[in-house]
């Protein structure tokens, strides 16, 4: 069974760091294209980071220069690094692939909530 | 990059069929077929409903359809039903532009 569970949220101060990881078991983290998206309480969805297969990754305007995506093969875990945060980071966090799909995201995590506040 | 557009709200009575439109640009929406709409409950994770363009996954009710025409992309919910209630937000893949995805503003669907 595909799945991907996240961990690492947390309250956080304004300027500190946090890494959110997510284990993925079913496929293999390499092998497919991930994506990080974040939703504001009350807030709609929102678009973080994408690592492709051959490693290329995007970032929205708003984290570019302080959040970083990655991957660990061997621990079948793909990350976020995320510095500088800012209150208006805080959110519920998801990891989410195309579970076999072109275009479109089948399988998400269950969420982590990062709360940015003094 | 400006999230697709959607209506803040749309709402319909059990049994009734009511569609969600989602409006982007022909760098996104009008250039792939490549659009997919989230239902997400309170509270809950968001869950595939449809996928480029006209696709159900596995699991979907069939009552669950989209469409295209030119840069609009459409949701279209037949026979109501209560479960229905949830947001619903779109996504197009944006080719090379700064970020190669976008989603919709979200749409809240009432059940009356």
């Known amino acids: 069974e595909v799945q991907l569970v996240e961990t690492g949220g947390g309250l956080i101060q304004p300027g500190e760091s946090l890494r959110l990881s997510c284990a993925v078991s079913?496929?293999?983290?390499?092998?497919?294209?991930m994506g990080w998206v974040r939703q504001a309480p009350g807030k709609g969805l929102e678009w973080v980071s994408v690592?492709?297969?051959?490693?290329?990754?995007y970032y929205v305007d708003s984290v570019k220069g302080r959040f970083t995506i990655s991957r660990d093969g061997p621990k079948n875990t793909l990350y976020l690094n995320m510095n500088s945060l800012r209150a208006e980071d805080t959110a519920v966090y998801y990891c989410?692939?195309?579970?076999?799909?072109?275009?479109?995201?089948?399988?998400w995590g269950q969420g982590t909530m990062v709360t940015v506040s003094s | 990059q400006s999230a697709l557009t959607q209506p803040a709200s749309v709402s319909g009575s059990p049994g009734q069929s009511i569609t969600i439109s989602c409006t982007g640009t022909?760098?996104?929406?009008?250039?792939?077929?490549?659009v997919s709409w989230y239902q997400q409950h309170p509270d809950k994770v968001p869950k595939l409903v449809v996928y480029?363009?006209?696709e159900r996954p596995a699991g979907v009710s069939s009552r669950f359809s989209g469409s295209k025409s030119g840069n609009r992309a459409y949701l279209t919910i037949s026979g109501l039903q209560a479960e229905d209630e949830a947001d619903y937000y779109c996504?197009?893949?944006?080719?090379?532009?700064?970020?190669?995805?976008?989603f919709g503003s979200g749409t809240k669907v009432t059940v009356l």
């Open positions: 989410l692939t195309p579970g076999g799909l072109t275009g479109a995201f089948l399988v």
């Open positions: 079913g496929f293999t983290v390499s092998n497919t294209y």
């Open positions: 690592i492709y297969i051959g490693g290329s990754t």
């Open positions: 022909s760098s996104d929406v009008g250039s792939y077929n490549f």
């Open positions: 480029g363009v006209s």
């Open positions: 996504c197009a893949h944006a080719g090379s532009s700064s970020f190669p995805y976008v």
